[in-house]
């Protein structure tokens, strides 16, 4: 491979560096007559979710909690998040560890939590198929304000998943792709989660792996996805569909690359 070309791909890396809302960003205006923080996510079709490199990670191998930028087809930055959770199970069971996601605006509101409790049984499609080993989350807006859900559903295959109302009522439905590729050598897997509207037929958006370049597949676990939506979905389903994103993210991509197969 070209030397020129993964010192190029080095340099993007360690580039970008995710501002937090306490640094210079340029972030997104909250759309007008509408004081709710999701209302960010009214005009938006599309997301960018960038999880920001960790050095720790790089050097020493430790695992860090979870940083993303999350931004618009202009490039603004609409939130930030962070991750909260043990550094016992990110080292152990970093795919199924307990963790709250924090989605913050520009001011550093707190708008949207996103919450997994960790069960040791849970992983593969299949596993879903008993109660008590299916991945979920919780998202909540404003934090302590249930506003969805999203399960993992009972599959032999592929991994699936069903966002829901606040009240458990399934809206939407995720179907991932027929192989799940990560790692330095997957350029040319598109690992594409389709979201299909309550028919379960009628595609409406995706959620997509993106491949970062060889040396960042190498050497971090930090994952860049990009997001899909119906212009005119409910925002609060635009944020269970942010969620979703994340669960994807924890439960199929947090592996560390010395452990992959």
Not at 2 to 22: T, V, Y
Not at 118 to 140: L, P
Not at 210 to 235: Q, S
Request: net charge negative; proline share 5%.
């Amino acid at each position: 491979m070209n030397g020129a070309f993964l010192m190029a791909q080095a340099q993007d890396m360690l580039g970008n560096n995710i501002m937090n809302p306490q640094q210079q960003q340029r972030w997104m205006e909250k759309p007008p007559g509408d004081p709710s923080g999701l209302a960010y996510l009214r005009p938006l079709e599309s997301m960018l979710a960038k999880q920001v490199v960790s050095l720790t990670e790089m050097i020493i191998g430790i695992p860090s909690q979870a940083k993303y930028g999350i931004f618009n087809d202009k490039g603004e930055q609409v939130y930030y998040a962070f991750e909260e959770s043990d550094i016992c199970q990110r080292l152990y069971c970093p795919k199924t560890r307990r963790f709250d996601l924090h989605i913050v605006d520009s001011t550093n509101q707190e708008i949207i939590r996103v919450k997994r409790e960790f069960k040791c049984c849970s992983g593969c499609c299949w596993c879903a198929c008993c109660t008590g080993c299916i991945q979920e989350v919780t998202v909540e807006s404003p934090p302590g304000t249930i506003i969805g859900f999203v399960s993992q559903e009972c599959s032999c295959w592929r991994m699936n998943y069903v966002l829901k109302d606040a009240a458990g009522t399934p809206v939407l439905h995720i179907t991932g792709p027929g192989c799940i590729c990560d790692g330095p050598y997957a350029c040319c897997c598109e690992n594409k989660f389709t979201l299909y509207g309550n028919d379960g037929t009628t595609e409406i958006g995706a959620i997509h792996k993106k491949y970062r370049g060889f040396i960042a597949e190498a050497m971090t676990t930090a994952d860049t996805f990009a997001i899909r939506i119906p212009l005119d979905m409910d925002v609060k389903m635009k944020a269970v569909a942010l969620g979703a994103l994340f669960l994807i993210d924890f439960a199929n991509f947090a592996e560390p690359n010395q452990r992959r197969a």
